[in-house]
């Protein structure tokens, strides 16, 4: 190994392990995780709770009460357990 390619793996190395630079309140971090398992539970449960709605449909921060509703009120029984944790 030559020592150019040793000191890029050296550097790269380091970036990695040092803390990450985005900065994101509580809050924010945990609405971010809510909208990704609202997208999932909506390709997920598709076919079941949102057939009227095109399956391109993006979703967002302001469809997380609707994703929930829909789960519960057309869903099975996992459906009403992804609806529970999206919730919390």
Known sequence: MNEALRTYLSEIGRKGGQ?????LDAGTAKEMVRV?????AFRNFHALCFWSSSPDLKIGRHDLD???E???????????????????
Do not use: F, M, T
Request: aromatic share 10%; charged share 40%.
């Open 36 to 40: 990704r398992e609202a997208r999932k």
């Open 70 to 88: 829909s789960l519960r009120k057309y869903g099975n029984r996992s459906a009403w357990e992804v609806a529970a944790k999206l919730c919390r």
């Open 66 to 68: 609707w994703v929930v």
């Open 19 to 23: 803390k990450s630079r985005r900065s």
